[in-house]
């Protein structure tokens, strides 16, 4: 394996303009070290390089990874050496991995996120992040869904990746996620291995019944689906969102667009 494979580039979200200032200044981000997040190429400290992503609170610089750096050193230490002038507190001998750079660099281009999703963290790689164009083109997944999202972009089909749903106190993430104009449209990479075990299928059917109490409705593709069936599968896909009313459109969410099977190009607009 190459090294332009290895997922080690972090997106990390960047908490509030202080911490930004602080990543300019004095050259380090931190992660608890108590949370069970901590992504493994920060504990494993193979992490080659770090962006960040700035959320609403950037308010017109916000949903969008603007600054990265090379990683020089990540290390173990208390918040009170990071925060030496902070009162004490039950916090102060708390653990924090520590990532240090020498200086943030910006980004020629933003990588935006058109839907304004809350990003915690997204693993991905260098040829990734080089070539992103927005967040979803970050998501490093398998290859199943790897092809699936290629084949999404190409048929301008807007689905959000990894997307976060709660329902009471589970958290699923689904493979891609179409908004659509009278519904939410799911659709799940299922590898032939994995979910024809029958405790994955049990757990797949509870799953889908609690995303349907929400308001989703979930379309699962197989791996024969997606290699051997992947015009069917992207025209089904197309259809389900005709009569959801049509994807809502990224730009404007108040705008809808469909899709023509004549000549494949958008309707609605």
Same mark, same amino acid.
């Given at each position: 394996?190459?090294?332009?494979?290895?997922?080690?580039?972090?997106?990390?979200?960047?908490?509030?303009?202080?911490?930004? =200032?602080?990543? +300019?200044?004095?050259?380090?981000?931190?992660?608890?070290?108590? &949370? &069970?997040?901590?992504?493994?190429?920060?504990?494993?400290?193979?992490? &080659?390089?770090?962006?960040?992503?700035?959320?609403? #609170?950037?308010?017109?610089?916000?949903?969008?990874?603007?600054?990265?750096?090379?990683?020089?050193?990540?290390?173990?230490?208390?918040?009170?050496?990071?925060?030496?002038? !902070?009162? #004490?507190?039950?916090?102060?001998?708390?653990?924090?991995?520590?990532?240090?750079?020498?200086?943030?660099?910006?980004?020629?281009?933003?990588?935006?996120?058109?839907?304004?999703?809350?990003?915690?963290?997204?693993?991905?790689?260098? !040829?990734?992040?080089?070539?992103?164009? !927005?967040?979803?083109?970050?998501?490093?997944?398998?290859?199943?869904?790897?092809?699936?999202?290629? *084949?999404?972009?190409? @048929?301008?089909?807007? *689905?959000?990746?990894?997307?976060?749903?709660?329902?009471?106190?589970? %958290?699923?993430?689904? $493979?891609?996620?179409?908004?659509?104009?009278?519904?939410?449209?799911?659709?799940?990479?299922?590898?032939?291995?994995?979910? +024809?075990?029958?405790?994955?299928?049990?757990?797949?059917?509870?799953?889908? @019944?609690?995303? !349907?109490?929400?308001?989703?409705?979930?379309?699962?593709?197989?791996?024969?689906?997606?290699?051997?069936? =992947?015009?069917?599968?992207?025209?089904?896909?197309?259809?389900? %969102?005709?009569?959801?009313?049509?994807?809502?459109?990224? #730009?404007?969410? @108040?705008?809808?667009?469909?899709?023509?099977?004549?000549?494949?190009?958008?309707?609605? $607009?």
């Amino acid at each position: 394996m190459t090294a332009k494979h290895n997922k080690d580039v972090l997106i990390a979200l960047m908490p509030s303009p202080a911490d930004l =200032l602080i990543a +300019m200044n004095q050259g380090w981000y931190r992660i608890p070290a108590s &949370k &069970k997040i901590v992504p493994k190429s920060v504990k494993n400290n193979t992490l &080659k390089l770090i962006a960040f992503y700035q959320p609403r #609170v950037f308010k017109d610089q916000a949903f969008a990874v603007r600054f990265y750096a090379p990683v020089e050193d990540i290390k173990i230490v208390k918040r009170k050496i990071l925060f030496p002038d !902070e009162s #004490v507190n039950e916090k102060s001998d708390s653990d924090y991995y520590k990532i240090e750079f020498k200086k943030l660099l910006r980004l020629p281009q933003p990588i935006i996120s058109r839907l304004h999703r809350r990003i915690l963290f997204i693993n991905t790689t260098i !040829e990734q992040f080089e070539t992103a164009e !927005e967040i979803n083109d970050l998501f490093n997944e398998s290859p199943l869904e790897e092809h699936f999202w290629s *084949a999404l972009k190409t @048929n301008d089909i807007h *689905a959000e990746r990894q997307y976060a749903e709660q329902v009471k106190s589970k %958290i699923y993430y689904l $493979d891609f996620a179409v908004l659509c104009k009278r519904s939410k449209l799911g659709i799940e990479c299922d590898g032939n291995t994995y979910h +024809m075990r029958p405790e994955s299928v049990q757990y797949d059917k509870r799953r889908n @019944n609690d995303l !349907e109490s929400l308001g989703w409705n979930v379309l699962r593709y197989t791996t024969e689906d997606i290699y051997s069936n =992947l015009d069917k599968s992207i025209s089904q896909v197309k259809e389900t %969102i005709n009569r959801y009313g049509g994807q809502k459109n990224p #730009v404007d969410s @108040n705008k809808v667009i469909g899709f023509s099977f004549d000549d494949q190009e958008s309707l609605f $607009d």
